[in-house]
């Protein structure tokens, strides 16, 4: 059994791997029981065809503690890795996706609203697959989003979210408001925007008129219909899930419509992230092997 720390997972877990591996965890040989929080932590376990996995992850405050560990079609423990950073990667990678799926194919502008410790594989997924030239970034702090411009290709710090947003064609928002972050009329036709804060009903990041007036994808229906602040709060159902999509299930936006991804984070993702990296760590010699 191989332990990946965070270091390894880094090393291991490549975004462009990511995003691949975000295409297993949609499919449909998938199983997302939903979390269950016992004590102070919160468990979250899934399956992705042969691999079922566990992720536990501390719910205390400041304490960013967990792991994540698979098993093999017989039952046999895989591998373990740091669960925050492959949580970071992974949920970029499934906003890389939908982005990949939905966005305009030469978006070049992105607007990054938040600048906490999910922001850089946000970034970084985006421009994964996307030609992305320009990142705006906009925090409450200007500080802390000058420092992530700092370490960013191409990123600019602004203090005007809305100005952000009118010049971007990919918005992505990451942080934990209860009201929205910027006004609807702001935001121009045909922009694609990943939703990842408000994961629950009392949060929001997005006005309710911009989410009224988009094609809504989400990752899982269930989950997204008692976490998804955004969506709760503007009384909007989805029109697809991610899977759905790559099944051709659903019909495609429209030419020029907005279109928004909302996650909420499904298990299936770290099992599916999880397997990619333990398997690319064993050909590289990476992790603790036990």
């Known amino acids: 059994m191989r332990y990946l720390d965070a270091g390894d997972v880094r090393a291991a877990l ?14 449909d040989d998938r199983e997302t029981p939903q979390r269950v929080l016992l004590g102070s932590s ?4 899934g399956r992705v065809g042969a691999h079922s996995g566990i992720k536990v992850v501390s719910t205390v405050p400041g304490n960013p503690a967990g792991i994540v560990v ?8 895989l591998g373990a890795v740091d669960g925050p950073t492959l949580t970071a990667i992974r ?33 970084a997924a985006v421009a994964a697959v996307r030609p992305i030239e320009r ?25 005007d979210a809305d100005g952000a947003v009118g010049d971007a ?39 309710a008129a911009t989410v009224r007036a988009a094609f809504v994808v989400v990752d899982d229906i269930d989950a997204a219909v008692v976490e998804a602040g955004d969506l709760i709060q503007a009384g909007v159902t989805p029109a697809a899930t991610v899977a759905d999509l790559l099944a051709g299930r659903s019909l495609a936006p429209a030419p020029g419509e ?33």
């Open 42 to 45: 919160l468990f979250m376990p």
């Open 169 to 207: 064609d990919i918005v992505t928002t990451a942080t934990p408001a209860t009201s929205p972050l910027f006004d609807p009329d702001a935001l121009g036709r045909g922009t694609h925007v990943n939703a990842i804060g408000a994961f629950t009903p009392e949060m929001c990041e997005l006005p």
């Open 70 to 77: 698979v098993f093999d079609g017989d039952g046999s423990p």
């Open 91 to 123: 949920t970029g990678a499934g906003c890389g996706l939908a982005t990949d799926l939905l966005a305009a194919p030469a978006a070049d502008t992105m607007a990054m609203l938040g600048s906490g410790a999910m922001a850089a594989d946000q970034i």
């Open 14 to 27: 490549p975004m462009d791997l990511a995003i691949d591996a975000m295409r297993t965890a949609f499919s």
């Open 258 to 290: 907005t279109t928004v991804f909302k996650s909420v984070g499904i298990s299936s993702q770290d099992v599916a992230a999880a397997v990619a990296a333990l398997r690319r760590a064993e050909e590289l010699g990476l992790g603790l092997v036990v």
């Open 135 to 159: 990142v705006l970034i906009w925090s409450r702090s200007l500080s802390h989003a000058e420092a992530l411009a700092a370490r960013t290709a191409g990123g600019i710090a602004v203090e």
